[in-house]
């Protein structure tokens, strides 16, 4: 059994730059005297902010822990998706640059329950969540899209799996 959980820094940064951007919104609404429909849009966009804030304290309390026999969340919305009930595996990668050799992937994982359990490489041990996730993929025969299995290859990490016809 392993334990994950997502870096300090990898979290600050989110914080700082989803505080900003509240900032920078919230206080025009709060403090000048505007036209309603710019303030309704800045309110809207500055809910997106708080929200992203918020999704960024969820993470920061969430830990993976993984085993042979599955993965859990443990946090304030816990959730577990046992291995052999691995229906979906989702690997994506997001570029942040225009020659994309900077950036982060995104797993999404679900059960044939509907669980859904989604983690980002930031997490720390990410590699050996992939490892167990891509060998239960393995393992039940699941149809890889073939972004997640090019991105698999590109992590390092061969399932033996043919992409599946989207």
Do not use: C
Not at 35 to 50: E, H, P, S, Y
Not at 140 to 159: F, K, P, Y
Request: no cysteine; proline share 2%; glycine share 10%.
């Amino acid at each position: 059994m392993s334990l994950h959980g997502y870096q300090k820094g990898s979290i600050t940064g989110d914080y700082v730059r989803g505080g900003l951007g509240f900032a920078v919104t919230a206080f025009p609404v709060a403090f000048a005297p505007m036209i309603g429909t710019f303030q309704i849009v800045f309110v809207l966009i500055a809910l997106v902010f708080a929200g992203f804030i918020g999704k960024t304290w969820l993470r920061a309390q969430t830990r993976f822990e993984v085993d042979d026999a599955g993965i859990r969340a443990l946090g304030p919305l816990g959730k577990e998706i046992r291995w052999p009930d691995l229906a979906v595996m989702d690997l994506r990668y997001y570029s942040t640059q225009k020659e994309k050799d900077k950036g982060w992937m995104h797993l999404v994982l679900k059960d044939r329950n509907g669980a859904k359990i989604a983690i980002e490489s930031t997490l720390d041990g990410f590699e050996a969540v992939l490892e167990h996730a891509a060998s239960a993929a393995s393992k039940n025969s699941l149809g890889l899209t073939q972004t997640t299995t090019d991105n698999l290859v590109a992590a390092g990490i061969n399932t033996g799996l043919a992409a599946r016809d989207l």
